[in-house]
């Protein structure tokens, strides 16, 4: 006997409302289409099927961007945990058969992240878990971003200014910025910085496209402030490397100042310069191995208590330096 038309939409509406949902966390109907490993039509039609179903429009189109309507956005806070749900169903239970002390570990990290915040947290992890395989990603933001969404890591620890919707995100720490200057710098005998103390001087950068470098650089444009670049270099220890050389004067992330460094003075910036926070990034809807949530409780304790589907604000952050609180909410 045929299958009723209506009841074929409803044994469909599973994969109507992935492809929904995976075009509202891509912003992008292609990419959607890349994800699913399916045709751009094909996605197309699933949700102008579900858009038919429902008599409501998901999506105002502009170009190859879009963006969910009032309707859209409904929807998908109900639907999206559905999907996740019923996808994570055979990664739940496979997980949850094997022990906590076996398997594998994938961490991508920033510069940052990498040298300064993780070393701790693998420690102890390592110690407490020695026959896990950890394996660290060592990785530029764009790259954090690919790895998290093609599954190539458990999750990212790290600094984001734009946070892709189809990935979560938690803060973790928050750290202030700094200026770092030679010992015979004149910056270097003054109590209080200035912004126009900022201006014109030399300074040492790493790639521009660094997270704390853009959200500087943000704020000098913000302020009308003019700088100069003498130099440009591979990270941020290299920075503080030719900061102590003479080279020119920087501003870094006090988690790169955590340990002395010989020939460069600290100097506190003006609170205009906001603080960063670093987090934890997962794509949604990927199950958290066991390993991975000991891993990230371990950072945080309190990491799954609040509501998992609540996405805290990655970039800057004006609350007091260290940890902060689960209700508030960089790679690099």
């Not at 409302?17 to 959607?32: Q, W, Y």
């Not at 950890?134 to 990212?156: I, Y």
């Not at 004067?249 to 609170?271: F, Q, T």
């Not at 987090?279 to 949604?284: F, I, P, Q, T, V």
Request: hydrophobic fraction near 40%; charge should be negative; glycine fraction near 8%.
């Amino acid at each position: 006997m045929p299958v009723p038309l209506d009841q074929t939409y409803r044994q469909d509406r599973l994969r109507q409302l992935r492809a929904f949902c995976f075009a509202a966390e891509a912003g992008s109907i292609s990419r959607a289409a890349e994800r699913l490993g399916v045709t751009q039509p094909s996605v197309s039609l699933q949700i102008q099927a579900l858009e038919r179903e429902l008599g409501i429009t998901l999506f105002e189109r502009r170009g190859p961007r879009i963006r969910l309507t009032p309707d859209g956005e409904e929807l998908y806070a109900e639907g999206h945990k559905l999907v996740e749900a019923i996808d994570g169903l055979a990664d739940r239970f496979a997980e949850g058969n094997r022990p906590l002390d076996s398997g594998r570990l994938d961490i991508g990290a920033g510069e940052s992240s990498t040298l300064y915040l993780l070393p701790p947290t693998l420690e102890r992890f390592m110690e407490h878990h020695p026959n896990v395989q950890v394996r660290l990603h060592h990785l530029s933001v764009g790259e954090l971003m690919d790895a998290l969404r093609q599954d190539q890591v458990d999750f990212a620890v790290g600094a984001i200014l734009d946070m892709p919707d189809e990935l979560r995100y938690r803060a973790i720490y928050s750290y202030g910025l700094s200026l770092i200057t030679p010992p015979d710098h004149p910056l270097a005998r003054r109590d209080v910085i200035t912004m126009r103390d900022l201006a014109v001087e030399d300074y040492i950068i790493p790639p521009q496209n660094m997270t704390t470098w853009r959200l500087i650089s943000l704020v000098f444009q913000q302020h009308a402030i003019r700088y100069r670049i003498r130099l440009e270099v591979g990270s941020w220890e290299a920075v503080k490397r030719y900061v102590s050389l003479g080279f020119g004067i920087a501003i870094v992330s006090n988690v790169c100042l955590a340990e002395d460094y010989p020939g460069i003075v600290v100097r506190s910036l003006p609170e205009i310069f906001p603080k960063r926070t670093y987090g934890a990034m997962s794509r949604r809807g990927r199950f958290l191995s066991p390993q991975a949530r000991r891993f990230l409780e371990m950072m945080r304790p309190d990491f799954f208590e609040a509501d998992p589907d609540r996405l805290d604000r990655p970039g800057p952050d004006r609350s007091g330096p260290g940890f902060i609180a689960a209700d508030g909410l960089d790679a690099v």
